[in-house]
């Protein structure tokens, strides 16, 4: 079975510096995707990034990048220029890319809270 | 609709209760899946639809969970005697089809609170 962690429980950040989250899984699988969610206080997760892992380039989706490491299981969320509306729980997620409809599901990691200081 | 709705957006009940919560998907999606995040942690996986059948059950807890979606788009997930320990926000998610490719988009969920 897959695990996602975030060793990060809480993160602070002021305004308009750079933030990065950690994210480490564990998968026997060579075919995957990972990503990275936010969950504000409305709590519906919204998808930030997405990674496939047969790809080597780091996804990029304007302020956000991720620093993915296939051979070290390590995927970290780089947000630029924070601002204010980025506060809010930040999730990395594992999904298996290929087989039977087992293990369509997204696993999650425990989340780290973000924090924007003005 | 525009995104995925859930109804109701908070349900109390006193354990022992029975509780039903539903999900409206996307239009046109044909997967629908079921998550429950306690409090403090991230979102664990339940159950995952693929037009009106089950096509992996095997994050359900036990025999007290039970889900539905009998014509391929609403989805109810039914819970029998409840107990303090289900409390969670309950998440419901859709995707186009069930290519791994497709995102999934989530809902608000519904907060339980089992009294």
């Known amino acids: 079975a897959q695990t996602v962690t975030q060793s990060q429980p809480e993160m602070s950040v002021q305004e308009a510096e750079t933030v990065t989250l950690s994210c480490t899984y564990d998968?026997?699988?060579?075919?995957?995707?990972l990503f990275w969610y936010k969950q504000p206080p409305s709590r519906q997760m919204i998808l930030v990034i997405r990674?496939?892992?047969?790809?080597?380039q780091n996804a990029t989706e304007n302020r956000f990048s991720v620093n993915f490491q296939k051979a070290a299981k390590s995927f970290s969320l780089k947000i630029s220029d924070s601002q204010l509306g980025d506060a809010a729980m930040y999730f990395c997620?594992?999904?298996?890319?290929?087989?039977?409809?087992?293990?369509?599901?997204?696993?999650f990691g425990g989340g780290t809270r973000l924090m924007v200081k003005p | 609709g525009a995104g995925v709705s859930q109804t109701p957006s908070n349900k109390v009940t006193e354990k022992g209760k029975y509780v039903e919560l539903r999900c409206d998907p996307i239009?046109?999606?044909?997967?629908l899946y079921w998550y429950r995040q306690s409090l403090g942690q991230g979102p664990e996986f339940l159950i995952y639809?693929?037009?009106?059948?089950?096509?992996?059950d095997s994050g359900l807890p036990n025999d007290r969970f039970f889900a539905v979606r009998p014509e391929g788009s609403v989805s109810t997930l039914k819970i029998q005697r409840t107990e303090r320990g289900d409390s969670a926000v309950y998440l419901c998610a859709s995707s186009l089809g069930p290519d791994r490719v497709h995102e999934q988009f989530f809902g608000p969920g519904t907060r339980l609170t089992v009294l």
């Open positions: 997620a594992y999904r298996s890319a290929g087989g039977n409809n087992a293990g369509n599901m997204l696993t």
């Open positions: 998968t026997s699988e060579s075919d995957y995707y």
């Open positions: 239009s046109g999606h044909t997967a």
């Open positions: 990674q496939e892992a047969y790809k080597q």
């Open positions: 639809f693929q037009g009106t059948g089950a096509a992996d």
